[in-house]
């Protein structure tokens, strides 16, 4: 009969063609009545119900072409067995669904077990479910299996318990830790046969060794996996044993070779050049005069698996108090930091980044950092002194020396890996622990994991996105649990004598950078002293916090605003618990306390404010109308004008930490926010590395304060029913251009209502104006904020308020150019919108007058702006590194741009905006500038601009001069993301020469 040539696309539904690429052809004659007999060509479907539900588990088998072959194998080989007789295996597969289970999801995962049990067809009885309904034991256990041969038996029973156990592991009966601890009982059990063969092969007569056989490495651990050497260590009790027990190692090494997997003796002293066997004396005097950090490291994982159990735990018990102190040991640490860098080298490059086990974010970054601090903790902790990865790690996290978020990381990203590491070996039972670049290969893994297409992303794709995430985090934590042992050097321990003595700690000090080792052990000292909990934690914490502010220009004040942040909060539940659980908020908090003394004074004054370091969404400036709505409802809270301006000015405070921070850490590498919270305009945020987007976000926060605390001053003030009231920004603040100690210049302007007394009218405006300055001037521990109106007409000669209608007088009568310079930033900031808007239409005229600029006013122009060069800059200061002032810097940038606003404004709609680069762009879009001029101020603005607000940063006063040389160079340096001072100074100097040369050009036009 010829099949339907549909009947291949309905197979496809199950999954079968897609490794064969034949679309379900060949899975059709395996199924139709010449194979399985489980598939009508004719009908296109099942046979019967039985065959449905075997071809429903076929299509869920990590690669059903895979699983249907290799059963199609089997039962072949079955009629061939029985001469052609039915298949037992096809009938208990579909009267036992826990075998189905079974048998297809090993068919599927593993072309090995498959083979063997097409080699032994009748084996597959040892999955069946057992008469009490339970699957088959699956805990290692060697159970006989034939006669004749005993290492052929040995054979037998290893592969008959290893099926067992991937069957277990498979089908979900069994959890990782479970899966490794069955494969290391196997191991110890095989150990243990090979062990009883190979004295039972002793020439007769002879004495029965006292040998034991000490499990190493994952074995030693109880984290065995499918396929791998198997470490051990053998040791002999008296030297009457050595030669017997060496004939019988030697033997057991080969018997295990035939049986299962090869046996590794390298891990004893002198490796493979040393002697097999020694007795445990000789152990004892090589660990006591020659081993290295790597051999005690080894010895973690220790634990007796054959022969002689008592002599192997004796040797253990013997081997502690060495392993132990092993850390003490000058070298330690960079030993065991320079093995596992030594492991990554001499992985080939094309494997790099393919391998789970040794690659970085691998399984050694997590067994070389639980096993470091194991060896540094574990000295005064016996509860760490355990073999198994996943046991230490946890008894870390309960000890609170790892962090229950980097604790709960470690152990996913470990239980990934391995899981990943025995899906891959269990394939074709061999070792490997490296991904495979085949497309085809990366498709049967992914399946095999669980992994399936979701919409947009390929089940592969869905593999690699976990996969980079966890390697990632196991990489960052690796490298940030290294250094956990600095704690020791700095940090009182329990008195024991393991400590280092304070001359040692303040050396380690001097290492570190810090200027004053004694005054910052001291603070250690008073951080981690006593007993509880609280110090405790900080001990866990202190480790990485300094090498954070090792890293920064003065290591010493990083902690000490450590320690005053600390001393205000450490006796609440949440400030400790946050930093050691909340993934980078520790490292963040002193990455920003040892950057920046404007952050550290404001975080001194509100340390509650560090909450917002645990929080990507919080490390994002908020939205304009939150800002308004948020500070308008605080001040209404309150009816005493006073203590609705604290609130209000206590709301601007939080605003200006979450912006420094943010600030501070958008170039901190690993620990920039990453925020996802809309903004005002529906986009998503993206952090601060954009100097506009400091100076919008300050803005915003200024114009907010502003607006909660004139709605607070109306209040207070006798006023005229009617009277319109606005506040108008001007300068940086008006340019959405402010910097953290910026003050808001400001223009009142007021408007009465038809009929209202003027003179009154006057006065309650004075008023609402007087007593905004006055509350927010009032000293408080705040940052200030300046309430300038100098820019007003007449400047402080002149009335505070002025009318819609003096204001228009004045600027059509007497206003100079430079007072039409001043309007091109001028902005509605708070008050009565439309008020706000009347005034800005009625200065359009004088900031972008229709016809330009007179020649004279141009010369005027000039003239100010060569004396501005001349007497305002500070004396000393330097014209070449001065942002603010000097050449190339904002101001000649701003002047040169306004130059063009006043000439063009008035024919070029674009160019009436209030922000000096939105100002730029337009300008060049319009060919009234040279492209390359355009980009050379706008790379000297933005870059002064930047350094402005890094200055006052790290200062946490005003300050515009960049300084060529010393600490606060080196912070700013920091601060924005470069390396080298010197090489950034020389960046600065040329950008600054670009924009000085282009700003020329400007004004000779």
Known sequence: ????????????????????????????????????????????????????????????????????????????????????????????????????????????????????????????????????????????????????????????????????????????????EQTMAALSALAD?????????????????????????????????????????????????????????????????????????????????????????????????????WARTWEFQALLKARPAAGDLALAQEWIDQLAPLVWRAAERPEAVEDVRAMRRRIIDIIPPKELDREIKRGPGGLRDIEFAVQLLQLVHGRVDESLRVPGTIPALGALVAGGYVG?????????????????????????????????????????????????????????????????????????????????????????????GLRLTPEAARRRLEILGFGDPAGALRHLQALTGGVSRTAAIQRTLLPVLLSEFADAPEPDRGLLSYRQVSDKLGSTPWYLRLLRDEGPVARRLARVLSSSRYAADLLAREPEALRLLAEENELAPRPREVLHEGFAAAAARHTDPVEATRAIRALRRRELVRIACADLLCRAGSLAPTPTRPDGAGRRTSGLADVTAVGTALADVTDATLAAALRTSRGTQPTVPGLRFAVIGMGRLGGYESNYLSDADVLFVYDAPAGADERAASAAAHGVAEELRRLLGVPAPDPPLGVDADLR????????????????????????????????????????????????????????PVDGLTREQIVEIRRIKARVENERLPRGADPATHTKLGRGGLADVEWAVQLLQLRHAGAVPA??????????????????????????????????????????????????????????????????????????????????RRSRAAMERVFDA
């Not at 622990?433 to 399946?447: D, I, M, Q, S, Y």
């Open 911 to 992: 160019l009436r905006g209030t922000r000096t680069l939105d100002a730029l762009a337009a300008a060049r879009d319009a060919d009234l500038l040279d492209p390359a001029d355009a980009d050379a101020m706008a790379a000297g603005w933005s870059l002064a601009a930047q350094v402005r607000n890094a200055l006052m940063l790290v200062r946490g006063r005003a300050g515009d001069q960049l300084p060529r040389h010393g600490v606060e160079l080196a912070g700013v340096v920091r601060l924005l993301g470069a390396d080298d001072p010197g090489e950034f100074l020389d960046e600065y100097l040329r950008t600054a």
């Open 1 to 176: 009969m010829s099949r339907p040539t549909s009947a291949p696309g309905r197979l496809a539904r199950y999954g079968f063609g897609t490794s064969q690429g034949d679309g379900g052809a060949r899975a059709a004659d395996l199924l139709g009545p010449d194979g399985l007999d489980l598939w009508r060509l004719d009908a296109q479907e099942p046979v019967d119900e039985p065959a449905a539900e075997l071809l429903a588990a076929l299509s869920r088998a990590a690669d059903p072409d895979l699983a249907l072959r290799q059963l199609h194998r089997i039962v072949e080989a079955e009629r061939r067995a029985r001469a052609g007789a039915g298949s037992e295996l096809l009938d208990a597969l579909h009267a036992d669904p826990g075998l189905r289970r079974r048998v297809v999801a090993v068919l599927g995962a593993s072309s090995a077990l498959g083979d063997h049990l097409v080699a032994n067809p009748d084996q597959w009885t040892v999955l069946r479910t057992g008469p009490d309904g339970c699957a088959p034991v699956a805990d290692g256990r060697l159970e006989p299996a034939g006669d004749g041969n005993p290492v052929a038996a040995l054979r037998q029973a290893y592969r008959l318990a290893l099926l067992r156990i991937a069957a277990a592991d498979l089908t979900g009966g069994r959890a990782l």
């Open 404 to 496: 229950r978020a980097d604790g709960e990381a470690l152990l996913r990203g470990y239980r990934f890996l391995r899981t990943v590491e025995h899906r891959l070996q269990l394939q074709g039972l061999r070792r490997t622990h490296t991904v495979p670049a085949e497309p085809a290969g990366l498709r049967w893994l992914a399946a095999a994991l669980g992994y399936a297409a979701t919409p947009g992303r390929s089940a592969v794709e869905e593999f690699r996105a976990e996969w980079v995430t966890h390697a990632s985090e196991v990489r960052r934590l690796h490298a940030k649990l290294l250094y956990r042992p600095l704690l020791e050097s700095v940090a009182r321990v329990p008195a024991d």
């Open 189 to 289: 059990a095989t150990l243990a046969a090979a062990c009883e063969l190979a004295v039972g092969e002793l020439p007769e007569g002879t004495p029965r060794p006292r040998l034991a056989v000490v499990a190493m490495g994952k074995c030693g651990g109880d984290e065995l996996n499918y396929v791998s050497d198997v470490d051990v260590i053998f040791v002999a009790a008296e030297d009457d044993d050595l030669t017997a027990a060496t004939t019988v190692a030697t033997r057991l090494i080969h018997i295990c070779g035939l049986v299962a997997w090869p046996v590794d003796a390298a891990l004893r002293p002198e490796g493979n050049r040393g002697p097999l066997v020694r007795t445990l004396a000789s152990h004892l005097a090589y660990y006591r005069r």
């Open 793 to 848: 007409p007449e400047g402080r000669q002149g009335p505070l308020a002025r009318s819609l209608a003096a204001y228009a007088q004045y600027y059509a009568r007497w206003s100079r150019v430079w007072e039409a310079q001043a309007l091109l930033r001028a902005r509605f900031v708070c008050g009565d919108a439309d008020l706000g808007a009347e005034f800005e239409a009625m200065v359009d005229p004088v900031r972008h």
